[in-house]
């Protein structure tokens, strides 16, 4: 029998669930052999009131290894947390929305309820609609990180996680030993050429395409840097790649945008950013929409609603 | 209750931490709002320090440094003010005004000064009101 | 008031929600709900963006089927900024597209539902899963995994990613193909047609003959259907097409993708956050009720199935006429959503396969000149799971003013709640209920693929 496991999604797209069946051939031994799934509601039926639904609180069955993808955006994803951490003896955040807030903590950039409010106003909605409240969870008042709610044990960012470096981490688990997780940036396992100083002194939107040949290999091709495309990879967690080989976005021919979060667990990717681009004589004030460079690492109090200017006396 | 702020002040080894402990000496009266503390230089102060502050339970953040040409280590003040541009310009991106950040300029015999500048900062700020509101 | 019973999360499925169903003082049926119970608001979130960065962040609505909402969304911009893509830059994100289903549907099938029919409905919960259908079926299991796989590396061999894609853009795609991506993906996918057919037939001798008569009705309803087809001949289409609405009496509508508002409405409920789609055009209101309803149609595969007037390519074609001749057009049967799916799958393996053996897909102009402008554009595709809509409008800047989207399940929602109640009802009666007839009001649900 394998060593018991639970796997919870919060305030998920389930991407990262997809990246764990990704795992491909090995995936069969490790849900068969090398783990016993015991809870897991992509995967499985067991459910938390009750087989049978007639219970009043929500158990999840004690297990050794959790695995939680996605936010904290509401009540129901607060409790289900609490119990994960209640019963599972070693906790995973997997994938940047649990670690770092993901692309979903772009709301707390803004005011929430005055967005939810314009959701349920759009062009093709029934007028006089509100706000659903009955037997929904109701929101939290911004989304957070799971390591901001409760104690998180282990922490693999990405969206979607690597699933080579998923599967190290669960077996390293079992097998006792630390897993081997790659540490560095995207710039640092991104083989494109580097000459120096940019050429520009602003960085360009993406709406060209990169200058490349497709017969070379990425290595043959400069640094989309370089040729002025605003590329996170110096603020951004090396992994997509699995550790090796060539960064997944520049492997498309196209510029980094930081889904894994920061390097260091609290760095701050839109102020390392622009600190990088200040430091190489590119104009910082170029950036179209320089927020979105949190647009994966929102929560932690990073991003919030803006405010108005203060009048000027 | 009135909201009292509370301000990170840093200051440099050299210039205004003397300053600010001359004051001290002298016996002047300035608000308790304020927490120093104490670097070799301006030009040592990241961002990063800034922001973390505020996301921390600061409302407000000063840099305060020798004058312009008088820097212990040559252009360490001069490191700071071309960063303050953007940290001015970062704030709002982080949902901050930006009256949060002062940058100001001390000798370490303008004891007087320091005093000024800093209250005017608390009161600054006291309008503002908190900066996790 | 009798008492309730939470399925809670229904399982197997692609995303967050519970029934409820609330039981009288007899112990039978007196009311069923669906709760969606997710909302994370990226129309508004995406406000204020550049334009041509909204696909890389709107792919994150799913990570089921994110190049549906990546190539929508690229879609829409396009609209937006004016741009026509490049004939080979619309044929490579075709393909991607077509490929997504692919994965997709291995998944939906075999991983999520097949272990109920496989292993059988009643089955303990502790091996009515993929686990289970390892250990049931060996051989079966390790194939489907491998195929699932095979796909997947395709897309993520090709474009760089195959969750949250990256590689179509604002005019076209960002690289083009070189001759030796095309082998090899030609390879793959004929690989996964033979797998396709394998399925079908899988799908045709071991579940459907002994489950279609027995399960025949769960869920049962009847309703109208939304598909997209081809501008031309009617013939079914994923990528880019006409939207077709048809009733229940296989009389129908074509309009273009501009003009939804004019067809579709979004009803909002107090008890759910997601919108419940309805066809607005038949001008009957909306209502839920199993016996009259109003205003209901489906999408997702029985609906395109149901819609289109014939296949473009010759294996699914063939799947089609046999299906059309066993239950007749439109057919209503719920659980005949994964026959559709099948069908389907054919038909994104040829699809693929076509395109791949197009002579100008390794041409290198594969992106159109794209200028940032003030504009609206509405984009398209025929998602897994429905008929996906984005809607923007942006500035002259390039940055995104309003978005609207109207999302594949959500077409969905309400059939599914009738379908639940609808299963619920027929199954639970005088307050006996198990274990196993709770599945199987979940698999009502399941069939849908929400």
């Known amino acids: 029998m394998g060593v018991t496991a639970a796997m919870e999604w919060l305030g998920s797209c389930s991407g990262c669930e997809i990246a764990f069946l990704n795992i491909g051939e090995d995936l069969v031994p490790l849900i068969t052999e090398t783990l016993d799934l015991v809870h897991a509601p992509l995967l499985m039926d067991h459910k938390y009131f009750g087989q049978c639904g007639e219970g009043v609180t929500l158990e999840i069955p004690d297990a050794v290894i959790g695995i939680v993808t996605g936010g904290v955006n509401n009540r129901e994803h607060l409790t289900v947390l609490r119990q994960m951490r209640k019963k599972c003896r070693l906790l995973i955040a997997l994938g940047t929305c649990a670690t770092h807030g993901g692309i979903p903590a772009l709301m707390n950039g803004q005011d929430q309820q005055a967005s939810w409010q314009a959701i349920f106003k759009t062009v093709s909605t029934d007028p006089g609609a509100e706000i659903p409240e009955v037997e929904v969870p109701p929101p939290l008042d911004r989304v957070y990180a799971c390591d901001e709610k409760v104690k998180i044990d282990m922490q693999l960012p990405g969206c979607p996680p690597n699933p080579e470096l998923i599967a190290e981490l669960l077996v390293a688990i079992v097998e006792g030993r630390s897993p081997v997780l790659p540490g560095k940036s995207v710039c640092d396992t991104c083989p494109a050429r580097r000459e120096g100083r940019s050429v520009v002194g602003k960085v360009k939107r993406f709406i060209e395409n990169v200058e490349f040949d497709p017969g070379e290999p990425v290595s043959g091709m400069r640094c989309l840097l370089e040729q002025g495309f605003m590329c996170m990879g110096p603020v951004t967690a090396g992994g997509c790649n699995g550790g090796e080989g060539v960064p997944a976005c520049i492997s498309a021919r196209v510029p980094c945008r930081g889904c894994f979060g920061p390097v260091r667990k609290n760095g701050n990717q839109l102020l390392d950013m622009m600190n990088g681009l200040a430091s190489n004589g590119i104009d910082f004030k170029s950036v179209v929409d320089r927020r979105s460079i949190l647009r994966f690492s929102g929560a932690h109090g990073r991003l919030r609603p803006l405010k108005k200017r203060v009048a000027k006396e | 209750m009135d909201f009292e702020p509370k301000i990170i002040v840093f200051c440099c080894n050299w210039c205004s931490y003397a300053a600010a402990d001359l004051a001290g000496i002298n016996r002047m009266q300035y608000p308790h709002n304020v927490w120093i503390i104490r670097l070799m230089c301006s030009g040592m102060v990241h961002p990063e320090f800034i922001m973390d502050a505020l996301s921390q339970g600061a409302d407000g953040v000063m840099v305060l440094g020798c004058h312009l040409g008088e820097c212990h280590y040559r252009d360490g003040n001069y490191r700071a003010l071309d960063r303050s541009d953007m940290v001015v310009e970062l704030l709002e991106d982080f949902g901050y005004e930006q009256e949060r950040f002062h940058l100001a300029w001390i000798s370490s015999q303008e004891a007087d000064k320091f005093v000024e500048v800093v209250s005017g900062m608390v009161n600054r700020i006291k309008k503002l009101g908190p900066a996790g509101g | ?155 993520e061999g090709f474009a760089g990613r195959a969750i949250h894609p990256v590689a179509g853009v604002v005019g076209g795609f960002a690289k083009p193909m070189i001759e030796e991506e095309r082998k090899e993906l030609l390879c793959g996918a004929r690989e996964l047609l033979d797998f396709s057919r394998y399925a079908l037939d899988f799908a045709i001798t071991d579940v459907f003959a002994k489950y279609m008569d027995a399960f025949s009705d769960l869920g049962g309803i009847k309703t109208g259907f939304l598909g997209m087809v081809d501008r031309e001949d009617g013939s079914l289409r994923l990528y880019d097409g006409k939207l077709r609405l048809m009733k229940h009496d296989a009389s129908f509508v074509d309009f273009e993708g501009d003009d939804y508002t004019e067809y579709l409405a979004e009803h909002v409920v107090p008890w759910g956050y997601s919108k419940m789609v309805y066809a607005k055009s038949w001008d009957e209101g909306f209502d839920m009720t199993l016996t009259a309803p109003r205003g209901i149609y489906r999408a997702n595969t029985l609906a395109r199935i149901n819609v289109c007037d014939k296949i473009s390519t010759p294996g699914a074609q063939a799947a089609l006429e046999e299906f059309r001749s066993l239950f007749g057009r439109p057919a209503q049967q719920t659980l005949l959503y994964h026959y559709a799916r099948l069908i389907e799958l054919i038909y994104s393996c040829e699809r693929t396969i076509e395109i791949l053996e197009w002579p100008e897909i390794t041409g290198s102009d594969v992106r159109a000149k794209v200028v940032p402008k003030a504009g609206r554009g509405v984009g398209l595709v025929e998602a897994p799971r429905g008929t996906l809509i984005h809607d923007y409008t942006t500035d002259e800047n390039g940055c995104i003013t309003s978005a609207n989207m109207i999302v594949g399940t959500t077409h969905n929602i309400a059939p599914m709640n009738m379908s639940v109640k609808r299963a619920a009802s027929a199954l639970i009666k005088n307050g006996v209920y198990s274990e196993g007839i709770l599945n199987q009001v979940e698999m009502a649900v399941r069939a849908y693929d929400p």
């Open chain 3, 1 to 155: 008031m009798g008492r309730v019973l939470n399925i809670a999360p229904v399982s197997r499925i692609e995303g967050h929600a519970k029934i409820a169903i609330h039981l009288d003082d007899d112990g039978n049926v007196a009311e069923t709900f669906l709760h969606v119970q997710s909302l994370r608001g990226f129309e508004k979130f995406i406000e204020g963006r550049p334009a041509e960065e909204v696909p890389r962040i709107v792919n994150r609505i799913c990570g089921i089927c994110p190049w549906m909402h990546h190539l929508a969304s690229n879609k829409a911009v396009d609209g937006a900024f004016g741009v026509t893509p490049t004939p080979v830059g619309y044929k490579l994100r075709e393909m991607c597209q077509v490929m997504a289903h692919i994965s997709d549907k291995i998944l939906h099938f075999f991983f999520l539902a097949a272990p109920d029919f496989v292993l059988g409905p009643d089955a303990d919960y502790s091996v009515r899963n993929v686990m289970g259908l390892v250990k049931a079926a060996p051989e079966l299991a390790r194939q489907v995994v491998r195929m699932r796989q095979l796909g997947q590396k395709m897309l």
